[in-house]
């Protein structure tokens, strides 16, 4: 599915009926040919904003998946990257695909889950990114994962993301997404282990009101790089949240 190097759809069905550690476990030689990645304009446009307020010495990917959130970040910071996912599998692909050209910013790869993130001591990280993994948390999570990232940032350190706009009611994707979140929804209340992936529960306002309470100053400037939609609002907005 997807192109000729993407996933069958039988592979996407025992990806489905899996863990979400085990589905991705599974998906991970094929992530990269599929729209589960995040576009390289969006990674590339978050990188753009990162170098205007950069540069950082330390950087964190958070559920860095197959690396390329993780590859633009090293182009921001200055001493050391770390790429963290709970995926044995999407780690092994980024560990085979991302270069190490001689003199560039070392990457370490951590198999660990972004709820409890085992840096220690705290404060080891200057900037914290997370590009298209939040739907694999439930809104009673995010609390204690923002609490983990700011835990892992020095004060003033920043937390970084895009939030995409919300679809109009209007638009075929709307219903698309809306009905993906039903299906996936019947499918946990049926069938174990769960798979955790859902588009429709990161809304900005509770996102920014969380991490607000979480110990962080933000704001959420449009990313203008991605656009407008025809009314003239953003199509998507890149979060600052600094360690306060």
Same mark, same amino acid.
């Given at each position: 599915m997807f192109s000729?190097?993407?996933?069958?759809?039988?592979?996407?069905?025992?990806?489905?009926?899996?863990?979400?550690?085990?589905?991705?476990d599974l998906l991970a030689p094929k992530f990269?040919?599929?729209?589960?990645?995040?576009?390289d304009r969006v990674v590339d446009a978050v990188g753009d904003a990162l170098w205007r307020i950069g540069p950082f010495g330390t950087g964190l990917d958070v559920c860095c998946g197959t690396g390329a959130g993780t590859s633009m970040l090293r182009g921001?910071?200055?001493?050391r990257v770390v790429g963290v996912d709970f995926s044995a599998g999407m780690?092994?692909?980024?560990?085979?695909?991302?270069? =190490?050209? +001689? %003199?560039?910013?070392p990457i370490d790869w951590v198999r660990a889950d972004a709820r409890r993130l085992p840096f220690a001591p705290k404060g080891a990280f200057d900037i914290a990114i997370s590009l298209g993994a939040f739907g694999h948390f439930?809104?009673? =999570?995010? +609390? %204690?994962?923002?609490?983990?990232v700011r835990d892992a940032l020095r004060p003033g350190g920043r937390f970084v993301f895009p939030v995409a706009a919300p679809l109009p009611p209007t638009s075929r994707a709307f219903w698309l997404l809306r009905g993906f979140d039903a299906a996936m929804r019947v499918r946990n209340a049926l069938w174990r282990p769960p798979f955790v992936m859902y588009y429709g529960t990161f809304g900005l306002t509770d996102v920014l009101a969380d991490?607000?309470?979480?110990?962080?100053?933000?704001?959420?400037?449009a990313l203008t790089a991605l656009g407008h939609r025809p009314d003239g609002s953003p199509r998507c907005r890149l979060v600052v949240a600094t360690r306060r």
């Open positions: 000729p190097e993407g996933p069958t759809f039988r592979e996407l069905a025992a990806q489905a009926l899996s863990s979400t550690e085990r589905g991705y990269d040919h599929t729209p589960f990645r995040t576009p921001v910071c200055r001493e780690l092994e692909v980024a560990r085979e695909t991302v270069p =190490e050209p +001689p %003199g560039a910013v439930l809104p009673a =999570e995010r +609390p %204690g994962l923002f609490v983990d991490l607000r309470r979480a110990g962080f100053e933000v704001e959420a400037p």
